[in-house]
């Protein structure tokens, strides 16, 4: 849950740490919905990767294993064991609880 919600805090410091704190409980009830692998490290869980059918919920890799290539690891697999298609933007729109931009985003060869 700390590499979720560190990885969110980074990436989206335009939004206030209090809304991300406030959906760990929600994203801790999520994860076991989705398929997730791993990444590890000496036995510590250093990115994963979420999969909810064909939609990639999420990929976060701890901020100190950073630009090693674990996420491209993580997509990569991704895109050999469970998308067919490279990516592209297919919808764009406001997130009702941020009101910052969302894509949504497709992979296609």
Sequence with gaps: ????????MEAHSF?????????LD???MMI???EVYVSEHNGAIN????IMGT????????????AKGIGSKLLDFAKKNRE???FKIVAQGIDD???EIEYSMCWER
């Design 47 to 50: 990115g994963f990767i979420g």
């Design 1 to 8: 849950m700390l590499i979720w919600l560190n990885g969110n």
């Design 26 to 28: 929600t994203v801790r």
């Design 97 to 99: 609880e941020t009101s």
């Design 15 to 23: 939004i206030d740490s209090v809304y991300w704190n406030g959906k």
């Design 32 to 34: 076991p919905q989705a």
């Design 55 to 66: 939609y990639i919920a999420g990929i976060f890799v701890d901020q100190s294993e950073r």
């Design 84 to 86: 067919k298609l490279g």
